[in-house]
Structures are given as C-alpha cells and as structure tokens.
C-alpha cells in the first residue's frame, strides 16, 4: 500500500513539474506554479525558509521521500529503472541489484564542490548538478519542441510555429550548447537509471547528499527484523539504492530514498516501515553470529572530487529570406552588449546570475521570445535577454510570476515600469536616415517615450535622440527597427535595475 501511495504522488508531481515546462500558453501556472518553488535548491536560493524547513521536517519524520515523490529527475529514474526490472524478470533474472558500498569520495567530493560552487557564485556548476534544473533544461530543450510540433500538427496552429525554437533554425543553432547538456544529461541518467537505479541520486547529486545528512536520524524507516528475516535477499536484489545489506541485516539509510519496493517484496514479514527512534537498526542473525552493524552516521568524508567541465562552442547561423521573390531580408544578428541583458523584476545582473539555477522554466514560458539560454561560458545556460525576435512587452511580467528561485520577483505591470534593465543607443553610421530614408519607427514605438527624433539642421531629416532616464531597456526599439542585420539602435544592459 505504501509503495502504492508513493508511486501515485510521485506521477502526481512529475506530471505537475514537466506539464509546467511544456505550458507554452502559461495556462497552468496558476495551478501547478507552487511545484517548482517547493524544489530544494530553488527554495534554498529564493530564502523561502518556510519550504526549507519544510522539507527537512519531511526529511526527519519520513525519510527521504523527497528524492522519490518531489523530485522530478527522481521520479524519471524511477520510471527508468522499472522498465529495466521488468524486462529482466521477462527474462527470469530476478536479481536486478545488489548492495554495494557507498562511494563516499564521489558522493561528498562532488557535494563540497557543489557547495564551494554556490558559495563563489559559479552558477554554470550549479545549474549542471542541481536535478530540477536539469529537468529543467531536459523538458524544455529536448522535450517541448516536439509537443509543440505535436500540438501545432493536430490543433492546426502552425502559425505559431515560427515562434519557437524548434521551427527557427538560427534560434537552435544559438541554443546548440544547452541542448547538448540536455542531451548529455539525458543520456548520463538513462544509462545510470537502467544499469544501477539510484546511482546518479546518491553520488552525484547535491540535493540527495544534503538530505541524506537528515535521513540517517528519520523518525520512520524502513527496518529489517533479523529474528524474522529468512536471508532471501529478495529486498536486496530489489532495492534501486542498493543500500539494504542482507548479509549483516543492515540499511544505509543515507542512501534509502523510501521507495518502499523492498516492504513489497519480503514474504516473510522481515522488514517493515516503522517508528526507528529508539530502536536497534538491526539485531544479531540467527543464521550467523556477525554483530549487529549500526547505521554509519557518524563518519564524514569529504574529499574533494574532480571538477567536472563542460565544452561548449557558440555556432551561429545566418539565414536568408525572399521578400515577394524580389528582395532579399537578412535576420537580425545579435549586437555586442558590454553588459547582459536580465528580465525586469531582477534587481541586478548579480543578484540575478547568483540566485538563477537555469532551469529555463522562463526560457520556456516566455511569450515574446525574448528570453534564451546564455552561451557564456561565465553563465551557461542561464537565460538571457535578447530582441531579434521580439521584445519584452510592458504588460507582460508572465517570467516573473513562475520563477521559483526569486531571481526575477514578482511584480505587477505598475511595478514593472520602473525596472530600467538598459539603456537604448543609437549607432548613426546603421540608421536608414544615413541613406536618406526618413524613419521614426523607434520613436514611435517606444512605450516609455524615451526616443524623440530631433531634426539635423544639415540634412533635414530628423534622427533619433535616446533620454536615458527615461529608457527601461524593454527592446521595442531595437526589435523594430529596419535597419539589417544590426539594429541602428541597440539596448545595452545595466547593472542595477532599480533603486531601493
């Protein structure tokens, strides 16, 4: 039954989180919006010490629960693993597992450079080893394209295909890197999940790491009673931690994520979930005199692990259209910008990039094209502000109602005026009016009516003059403007984006 419960919640969840990143329309959020700001590490980084204290509390009373109910990369495995187990019972092998030690110089090595990651503000680390993140970045780079192709075959909107990555070549090729460690990652759990079951869970992940430092005093575990136990080992050979040791009735319980698969296997009644404060972990065999073997909970190796490195290599691609079959219609290239570009409702550049777990749940929610995964190696994958394809319409704050971690708050459209995320500037040598062509289509469509056009005394024509007190970098400007393939007016970013 509680193994039963545990799989019913756990699908509840990871169809929760995954729908939230194939939600294109935003529609779900109101309802599915809390999931992701109850993950660990989004939570750790918001300050949300509510939800930290929550799931600890879990943590203590249940175990690690956490891992195989809340966590959506948790759950994948899960289901990975189950479609192994199943295909070797087919094949009457019934000893899927087995136990094996724990690998505490990769489990903690790659914990304390988690850490010292986060503690120095290398986000890149972060966002590779944190799992929702890299759900995250698996849904939205590898899974929602085809939904969208999906959706758009047997709905009839293919024409909002071009809005999507998926449909615009030189938006994938700019995106290339992070799709690749989506891909990379993808494949890195797969391979682990079918082989080994909870392998990735319990020596690379921090988030598990972290709560197995709580698990080991959990007020509820899984028990063996060794007077009862026959030395089947049919709880072992079931057991996706590979943390249940038969030999000297014994459970790692740092490792145990409460699957309670190994409850449903024992015919014998020798294990159990029960109330453990108080009680032995385990009792002498009957079968052989071995002492008992207590939970090793009080030694901490902490050796530094190898750094992990990702390479990445920014491809771009140029693309050419036919206007009527006559003229020829360059795409826009993205300008050089001496500072990045991050959504309103961000503080700063810093305090965006230092609480960012690039998880691209706003990448992927974003309506106005405007946000995409960052190519600098300094912030990889992390998203980015760019206009080619759109700019950051004033009523939309859709990026800040859903992001989990606090790096974008949430704000109302009143507030959002007042987050001036860079500052418009004006190329003369690119704009139209060098060519005698009157223009005005930045001004026109500015909507903070920071751009007016001021007439040149020696051509006649009027140019545009930026007022950057006025200017809250949204991008119209840039976006509109006819000048190809650089726009003659560019948004720089800026490093505060309001005064407090």
């Known amino acids: 039954m509680l193994r039963k419960i545990r799989i019913a919640l756990a699908v509840i969840f990871w169809l929760g989180i995954t729908l939230l990143f194939l939600d294109f329309t935003g529609a779900l959020h109101g309802w599915l919006g809390w999931m992701a700001k109850i993950q660990f590490l989004p939570a750790v980084l918001a300050l949300n010490v509510a939800v930290i204290v929550g799931l600890v509390l879990l943590t203590l009373v249940f175990g690690r629960v956490y891992c195989s109910v809340i966590c959506p990369l948790g759950v994948f495995q899960d289901g990975v693993a189950h479609l192994n187990v199943a295909r070797k019972r087919r094949?009457?092998?019934?000893?899927?597992?087995?136990?094996?030690?724990?690998?505490?110089?990769?489990?903690?090595?790659?914990w304390v450079l988690f850490v010292i990651a986060l503690i120095v503000g290398v986000q890149a680390l972060v966002a590779l080893l944190a799992p929702y993140s890299a759900w995250g970045r698996i849904v939205q780079n590898l899974f929602q394209p085809?939904?969208?192709?999906?959706?758009?075959?047997?709905?009839?909107?293919?024409?909002?295909?071009?809005?999507?990555?998926?449909?615009d070549k030189?938006?994938?090729?700019?995106?290339?890197?992070?799709?690749?460690?989506?891909?990379?990652?993808?494949?890195?759990?797969?391979?682990?999940?079918?082989?080994n079951g909870?392998?990735?869970?319990?020596?690379?992940?921090?988030?598990?790491?972290?709560?197995?430092?709580?698990?080991?005093?959990?007020?509820f575990r899984p028990m063996i009673d060794a007077n009862v136990c026959k030395g089947c080992k049919q709880c072992e050979h079931n057991c996706k931690a590979?943390?249940?040791?038969?030999?000297?009735?014994?459970?790692?319980?740092?490792?145990?994520?409460?699957?309670?698969?190994?409850?449903?296997?024992?015919?014998?009644?020798?294990?159990?979930?029960?109330?453990?404060?108080?009680?032995?972990?385990?009792?002498?065999?009957?079968?052989?005199?071995?002492?008992?073997?207590?939970?090793?909970?009080?030694?901490?190796?902490?050796?530094?692990?190898?750094?992990?490195?990702?390479?990445?290599?920014?491809?771009?691609?140029?693309?050419?259209?036919?206007?009527?079959?006559?003229?020829?219609?360059?795409?826009?290239?993205?300008?050089?910008?001496?500072?990045?570009?991050?959504?309103?409702g961000s503080k700063s550049v810093k305090d965006f990039y230092r609480r960012c777990t690039a998880c691209q749940l706003c990448v992927a929610e974003c309506p106005n094209n405007v946000l995409r995964p960052s190519t600098d190696l300094q912030h990889l994958m992390q998203p980015e502000m760019s206009y080619e394809r759109g700019y950051c319409r004033p009523e939309c704050?859709?990026?800040?109602?859903?992001?989990?971690?606090?790096?974008?708050?949430?704000?109302?459209?009143?507030?959002?005026?007042?987050?001036?995320?860079?500052?418009?500037?004006?190329?003369?040598?690119?704009?139209?009016?060098?060519?005698?062509?009157?223009?005005?289509?930045?001004?026109?469509?500015?909507?903070?009516?920071?751009?007016?056009?001021?007439?040149?005394?020696?051509?006649?024509?009027r140019r545009p003059v930026v007022n950057e007190e006025k200017c809250i970098g949204c991008g119209a400007c840039e976006n509109l403007c006819p000048a190809r393939p650089i726009s003659a007016i560019t948004v720089n970013g800026r490093h505060n984006h309001i005064e407090e």
């Open 91 to 110: 094949r009457k092998n019934r000893k899927p597992y087995s136990y094996s030690p724990e690998m505490k110089w990769l489990r903690y090595g790659v």
């Open 146 to 167: 085809v939904y969208i192709w999906v959706n758009n075959l047997f709905a009839s909107l293919a024409e909002r295909a071009g809005s999507y990555a998926f449909y």
């Open 170 to 195: 030189e938006v994938w090729l700019r995106s290339l890197p992070t799709f690749i460690v989506a891909a990379v990652t993808l494949v890195v759990v797969v391979i682990l999940a079918w082989r």
């Open 198 to 219: 909870r392998t990735y869970c319990n020596t690379i992940c921090p988030v598990g790491t972290t709560l197995s430092f709580f698990s080991r005093f959990a007020m």
């Open 242 to 344: 590979a943390c249940i040791d038969v030999e000297n009735r014994r459970i790692d319980y740092s490792r145990c994520v409460d699957c309670f698969n190994c409850i449903d296997t024992c015919k014998f009644g020798g294990l159990k979930y029960r109330f453990a404060w108080g009680k032995k972990d385990s009792s002498a065999s009957p079968q052989n005199d071995k002492p008992v073997s207590a939970n090793d909970g009080g030694r901490r190796a902490f050796i530094t692990g190898a750094a992990l490195a990702v390479g990445t290599a920014a491809l771009k691609a140029q693309e050419k259209k036919v206007d009527g079959g006559f003229a020829t219609i360059l795409d826009k290239e993205v300008p050089e910008r001496d500072i990045p570009l991050t959504p309103p």
């Open 397 to 461: 704050t859709r990026c800040s109602e859903l992001c989990p971690t606090g790096a974008i708050r949430k704000i109302t459209k009143e507030e959002k005026t007042q987050y001036h995320v860079g500052t418009a500037r004006v190329n003369a040598e690119l704009c139209v009016v060098e060519k005698g062509v009157e223009c005005g289509n930045c001004a026109r469509h500015c909507p903070a009516g920071a751009i007016m056009l001021v007439k040149d005394d020696e051509t006649g024509y």
